[in-house]
């Protein structure tokens, strides 16, 4: 019998990268400029990842897995 696949959604964690790296931007501005480096190298560093997780949903922002088949 043909099992139902494990979906697993990561479009919540894409929000969220997207929602920190907003706030970020934000800051930009007010932080000094010894500081701005970090920002900046932050913000690419949360671009990539988001990056990777599209890449790893192709996508479609869910990846699913088929389950473990039990033997008898």
Do not use: N
């Amino acid at each position: 019998m043909a099992k139902k696949k494990l979906e697993v959604s990561l479009s919540p964690i894409a929000a969220q990268i997207d929602k920190a790296t907003k706030t970020l931007k934000k800051l930009k501005p007010r932080v000094s400029k010894k500081e701005l480096r970090a920002l900046e190298s932050g913000l690419k560093d949360l671009l990539g990842i988001r990056a990777l997780v599209v890449k790893a949903c192709r996508s479609r922002m869910t990846i699913a897995f088929l389950p473990f088949e039990e033997e008898e």
